[in-house]
């Protein structure tokens, strides 16, 4: 049996989600997976950071309510979130990087990433900054460290949207795909439906865990115009970096805008898309549309997502899911940490044979 030892990076929802679940199916995933993690570093920019090379207890991480620099107060703990040092010196297999999406330019999320292929430590991430803004560096260095990078978070949380297209669409000839993408929006607009204000629904979700740091991310369109440049570049092969796509969010859209598209029998979604052109280009964009109730894509609601790929051999195969979540993105975490224990594993029993 194997024991990944793990360091996290960022103790927000999604990885104190991981971290209950270590604390409550480590044995199942002994029995099943054929692994458990143990939990050596953590550093968060609120808590500090600690480094604990026997392991730290799951249960208590979750339990004890740190306040400001609390990690200070724990064996090998310090005030201050060092990152650098965690990631570089901890005596772990796997980071788990589930800081905040940055939008703009992926920091400091890309250098952590950096900072652990460069370590020779296999990536997890559900940020999408690393993703979107520096995936073919990121992969390069992993191949040049023989390490993994896995991210099957940043798209429909724990919903498999691009592993499965990787590993069972081969040959199907994806040539575009449209769908819901982000579920803060998709839950705003519903709760706008009925009846709720803009900024009610946007804290209620908030406070359900779907929603970024900073929501105007959500609401603006940017998170969804991240995830339409990691689609199209895993999917489609394409190079695109996230200002070459269009992208205008939900904010402008009135309660009038809301009665009115159910008046007409339809729906505000907030569609993210791409598009392989004729000469080879591909075309990405972001924008609400007003959806007919019989589209596909009409009844995705709250924060589920779906993607309908359009594919040449298939027609179109949709994937629908879970979108956002604190414990539905931790499984992606963990889908991709089997992803990486598989590989290895397989990768000995070929040497062995
Ligand atoms: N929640 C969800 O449904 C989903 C989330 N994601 C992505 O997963 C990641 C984590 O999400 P979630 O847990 O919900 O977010 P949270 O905001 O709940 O948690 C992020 C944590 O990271 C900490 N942090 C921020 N910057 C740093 C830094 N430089 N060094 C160390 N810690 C830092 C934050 O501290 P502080 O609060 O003090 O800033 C916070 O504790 C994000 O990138 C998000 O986009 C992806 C799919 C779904
Ligand atoms: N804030 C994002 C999280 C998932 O990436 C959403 O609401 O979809």
Redesign the pocket.
């Known amino acids: 049996m194997k024991i990944y030892n793990i360091a996290l ?7 104190r989600a991981l971290t209950e679940l270590i604390a409550t199916k480590n044995s199942l995933w002994e029995r099943d997976l054929g692994f458990r993690l143990n939990i050596v570093a953590v ?4 808590l500090g950071s600690v480094i604990s090379p026997n392991g730290l207890d799951a249960k208590t991480l979750i339990e004890a309510n740190f306040a400001k620099g609390g990690f200070g107060r724990l064996s090998g703990g310090s005030a201050e ?1 060092d ?1 650098e040092t965690i990631i570089k010196s901890a005596p772990v297999d796997i980071v788990v990087e ?4 940055n939008p703009k330019d992926g920091e ?1 999320a890309i250098s952590h990433c950096r900072w652990a292929l460069k370590s020779g430590k296999h990536v997890v991430t ?3 900054g690393p993703v979107a803004i520096a995936a073919q560096e990121l992969k390069a260095l992993a191949k040049a460290n023989n390490v993994h990078f896995e991210y099957e ?2 798209v429909m ?1 724990g919903t498999p949207v691009l592993r499965m297209a990787e590993k069972t669409l081969s040959g199907a000839e994806i040539k575009g795909f449209e769908g819901i993408l982000n ?1 803060t929006s998709n839950f705003v607009l519903g709760r706008m439906e009925n009846g709720l204000d803009f900024a009610s629904a946007v804290a209620e979700a908030q406070a359900l ?2 929603a ?2 900073d929501p105007t991310a959500d609401v603006e369109g940017l998170d969804v115009r991240l995830k339409v440049v990691i689609l199209a570049n895993e999917l489609l092969g394409a190079n695109l970096k996230p200002e070459e796509v269009s992208c205008e969010g939900i904010s402008k859209l009135s309660p009038s805008d809301i009665d009115a598209a159910a008046k007409a029998n339809s729906r505000w979604k907030l569609i993210g898309s791409a598009v392989r052109n004729a000469d080879g280009t591909i075309t990405g964009s972001v924008a609400p549309k007003q959806l007919p109730l019989e589209h596909p894509l009409a009844g995705v609601n709250g924060a589920t997502n779906a993607v309908s790929l359009n594919t040449e051999l298939l027609g179109s195969v949709t994937v629908t899911g879970p979108g ?3 414990t ?2 931790a499984y992606a975490l963990l889908s991709d940490i089997v992803a990486i224990h598989n590989a290895r594993s397989g990768s000995l029993a070929k040497d062995a044979a």
């Open positions: 990076i960022g103790f927000g929802g999604v990885n550093s968060d920019l609120y979130a990152n589930a800081t905040f999406t400091p559900t940020n999408k978070g940043s949380s579920g865990g779907f970024e740091a956002a979540g604190r539905e993105t």
